[in-house]
């Protein structure tokens, strides 16, 4: 077999695979000893006629497929490992048989390739850096959430219903008059200002006293999930049936003790801002290294394979999947809800794909330029670091260890030297 590459359009490689006589005489034997309890023949058992019976019964052409899949499936892996270092296939290839005759075998693969990116400039620009603080409401607001996750729930018979009450209710909702999937409930418990109702429907709540009946008018978002609903003025008739309010526990050195192991209210805020800020550090390192790639992309230009784009829609709709997971929910069940089908839902996600793909190119040829690599040292000086986080010995941490999470520690070492390089060589501003 011999074989040619020669890069084509829209970042794809042409791959053109000639396979002489005798190869192609070969394939098809093979094909015929692989298929040929296929073929019924008068005056043979199946599966015992000879190859050249069965190609007088059924045709010349009777093993091409077979043949060629077989040349094609055997030869096209070793031809991207002996060309590794010119280019990278990302995506299935289109294959066409150019030529076919006793001779020999000619097949063209186009493949998507790994592309280059062409970037102007990634060194002296301007860049906004984000940092993000934690303030005293915030920590008020955690202690808040903790005062409330530890409240008794206590009936409310005397008043009417406030946010911050669980109202117990029964609704049917309309639109045109008509009941639509997901409109009706009975003995629902919905939480008053959580925000789980469509905006207007728990404001109207409040208010309400036990046993009364009301209609609810509402109008669905323009952005709501079910197509039909979207930009829709909807009657809800809810009744309220039962009022739970919240009995708060005091906050004091003993409940915080007894609550979060802390000794008092102000040990407990000091070390929620320390969690706080570590996570507020977090998110100001993601946002300045996305204002970076972003700053980057503004002068960067290639043609991105749709297939990296689709690789890259199935590892966000995996995600999504996952939180539907944890709640309980599958993915069909969500878009038979929706009322949309997976390629419609896909689309979504389509201008994040593209964005998504774009950065990790820019990332990985900015590595490639600058020759930046993880050293040894470092690799084992990182492992050293998360086996002293569990209390492991060095080499005893590393013989529980997964090759791929070497792999990890590698990427993770240049992709935090890249960006610091980033940081460094641009010029990083804070808005006021």
Do not use: C
């Not at 060095?394 to 260890?401: A, N, Q, S, V």
């Amino acid at each position: 077999m011999k074989h040619t590459t020669k890069a084509n359009e829209k970042s794809t490689v042409k791959i053109t695979l000639k396979f002489d006589g005798e190869e192609w005489k070969n394939a098809q034997q093979q094909a015929y000893l692989k298929t040929r309890s296929r073929f019924a023949v008068n005056g043979f058992r199946k599966g015992k006629a000879p190859k050249n019976v069965i190609e007088h019964n059924y045709g010349k052409g009777v093993f091409y497929e077979d043949a060629l899949n077989i040349l094609f499936s055997e030869n096209y892996g070793k031809v991207l490992d002996k060309n590794e270092k010119k280019f990278t296939v990302v995506g299935d290839p289109e294959v066409s048989v150019e030529e076919l005759s006793d001779e020999g075998v000619t097949l063209v693969a186009i493949a998507p390739v790994k592309p280059e990116v062409k970037i102007s400039a990634y060194k002296g620009i301007k860049i906004k850096e984000y940092a993000y603080n934690v303030t005293d409401e915030e920590i008020n607001a955690e202690l808040d959430r903790l005062l409330d996750r530890n409240a008794r729930k206590v009936p409310v018979t005397d008043r009417a219903a406030q946010n911050g009450d669980v109202a117990n209710i029964d609704f049917v909702g309309t639109v045109d008059g008509e009941k639509f999937d997901g409109g009706e409930a009975q003995g629902f418990d919905l939480t008053l200002g959580s925000g789980q109702f469509i905006p207007g429907f728990e404001d109207q709540v409040v208010g309400m006293n036990i046993g009364e009946t009301k209609d609810v008018n509402v109008t669905f978002p323009e952005n709501y999930q079910a197509e039909a609903l979207k930009g829709k003025p909807a009657v809800f008739s809810v009744k309220l049936n039962s009022l739970q309010g919240k009995e708060l526990p005091e906050l004091n050195d003993e409940f915080i003790k007894d609550a979060t192991g802390s000794e008092t209210v102000e040990a407990y805020k000091a070390k929620t801002k320390e969690r706080l800020q570590a996570n507020a550090d977090r998110r100001s390192n993601d946002a300045t290294e996305n204002s970076i790639l972003e700053a980057i992309a503004a002068n960067a230009e290639v043609e991105i394979p749709q297939a990296m784009i689709e690789r890259e829609i199935d590892n966000l709709i995996q995600k999504f999947e996952y939180q539907l997971m944890y709640q309980g929910l599958k993915l069909q069940d969500y878009l038979d809800f929706l009322k949309v089908t997976l390629a419609d839902f896909r689309k979504n996600y389509e201008e994040q794909a593209n964005k998504n793909v774009l950065h990790q190119l820019i990332i990985s040829q900015l590595i490639k330029e600058e020759k930046i690599e993880a050293t040894d040292e470092e690799v084992e000086a990182k492992v050293a670091e998360q086996a002293a986080s569990v209390g492991k010995e060095t080499e005893e941490y590393k013989k529980g260890m997964d090759p791929r999470q070497f792999d990890y520690i590698s990427s993770d070492i240049v992709i935090t030297k890249l960006f610091k390089f980033l940081k460094e060589n641009n010029e990083m501003y804070k808005e006021d």
